[in-house]
């Protein structure tokens, strides 16, 4: 079983995270941030991975330390649960349609991190949850899975719309990219390592 349990307690947020790779249940998100949880709960649905996350963190100041932290964290247990990555498609691209809004996501567990974001939205909350933090969210996802992401919104109006498509885009080209394909033997890289 690909999976992973991490703890991360700082003086702003304390986190408890599992995830497994090969199962889809259970999904189960409390960060007190509720747009943030709808959103980690599509990306888990549309990625068919088990996550269960119980974060408590210092939300009168804002949702800024619990959203990123949480994006750390899941990034780590992701990593550590596809171990050395053999077997598995590496790259993952899904384009996801929101009404008007079409979110593009595309990555590569390539063990470099890197995250393009090339998304705006014109309403700056969405609930208790700044949009802005979208972005933030998605790079300590990628910096702490060590993958390449590039995230687009090619058309759109919705604040809601274009961050829900990015949320299920990544889930459906993660999932894409940690499948084992049984025609991939070792790792799916010429250095030999991911």
Known sequence: MRKSEIERNTFETNIKLAVNLDRQEPVEIATGVGFFDHMLTLFARHSRISLVVKAEGDTWVDS????????????????????????INRYGTSFVPMDETLGMASLDLSGRSYLVFDASFDNPKLGDFDTELVEEFFQALAFNLQMNLHLKILHGKNSHHKAESLFKATGRALREAITLNPDIQGVNSTKGIL
Do not use: C, M, P
Not at 71 to 83: D, H
């Open 64 to 87: 800024h330390h619990t959203v990123e932290d949480v994006g750390i964290v899941l990034g780590q247990a992701i990593r550590e649960a596809l171990g050395k990555k053999e077997g």
